[in-house]
């Protein structure tokens, strides 16, 4: 039967992971997964366009965002995401495409390079084994304002657009799906553990990225996002170094993580190369 948004769950490692479907389940699965504080939702119309071009779309929301588990011992390692893509990879046939924004990608470049037999391209957005520190800084800012809570959804709307530094979205009650309530309080959907600051860029990221690229063969691309300060030309030329067929693009205007529907800009770039790649 196809897929049409389907609410499918998977086992990751120790935790059970919401995913939404497109196309038909014998097609070959592409997987997105989303960054730090998004849910699934953010890649919806770019899993439903390759479900439509031939594929089997695949959004997953990470251990502790939207409707999957929250991590019962509170690990929310960049090695606990990568377990649960390499989990996810295990249940799924033939080769396997992962497309990752920001924590998204980076587990999927480590799960990925952890399963490279099985993987027919990684795709990433606006993530490299570097990352610059004042990037790094505001999201991490911003996951920190985030824990307690807003008293209505235009507080959370102003915030949400202070940390994108653009304009504030036209309406505010759409982020409301994206939250959830608590003590008379709202709070964005996932578990506020995992903005400790041990999971927020510590060094043995850098290391566990470095490692990945190093070691994977597959082919690889990077779309930057224009107004975005996480991926610098230094960081593009050390990636490349590790990983020389990385392709790189850039999306014009963009910002970090690509989000709302902006993640979906993702589709014709992501066919092309899909076109390109051999399973």
Aim: charged letters at 20%; a negative charge; glycine letters at 10%.
């Amino acid at each position: 039967m196809r897929h049409d948004g389907t609410l499918l769950h998977f086992d990751g490692d120790g935790v059970r992971l919401a995913a939404s479907a497109w196309g038909d389940p014998a097609n070959p699965p592409v997987c997105f997964f989303h960054g730090g504080g998004q849910s699934r939702r953010s890649w919806a119309g770019a899993a439903r366009a390759v479900g439509e071009a031939g594929y089997l779309g695949l959004t997953f929301d990470l251990r502790g965002h939207g409707d999957s588990d929250w991590a019962n011992d509170g690990d929310y390692d960049l090695g606990a995401y990568a377990r649960d893509v390499g989990r996810l990879i295990d249940q799924l046939h033939g080769t396997v495409t992962l497309v990752g924004a920001s924590r998204g990608g980076q587990a999927a470049l480590v799960g990925g390079a952890r399963h490279q037999p099985r993987i027919r391209l990684v795709m990433l957005a606006d993530v490299s084994p570097r990352t610059q520190t004042d990037g790094v800084d505001a999201i991490r800012q911003f996951l920190r304002r985030s824990l307690s809570g807003f008293a209505h959804v235009d507080e959370a709307a102003d915030a949400l657009a202070a940390y994108l530094a653009q304009p504030r979205v036209a309406n505010a009650a759409g982020l409301r799906k994206a939250m959830r309530e608590e003590n008379g309080r709202l709070f964005w959907h996932w578990d506020p553990r995992t903005a400790a600051l041990e999971f927020i860029s510590p060094p043995s990221e850098q290391a566990a990225m470095e490692q990945a690229a190093q070691c994977f063969r597959r082919p690889l691309v990077l779309v930057r996002a224009e107004h975005a300060s996480l991926v610098t030309d230094e960081a593009v030329v050390a990636f490349r170094s590790l990983a020389p067929q990385l392709v790189v693009e850039e999306a014009s205007g963009t910002h970090h993580m690509f989000t709302g529907d902006q993640n979906d800009i993702f589709a014709a770039r992501l066919l092309h190369h899909l076109g390109n790649a051999v399973g």
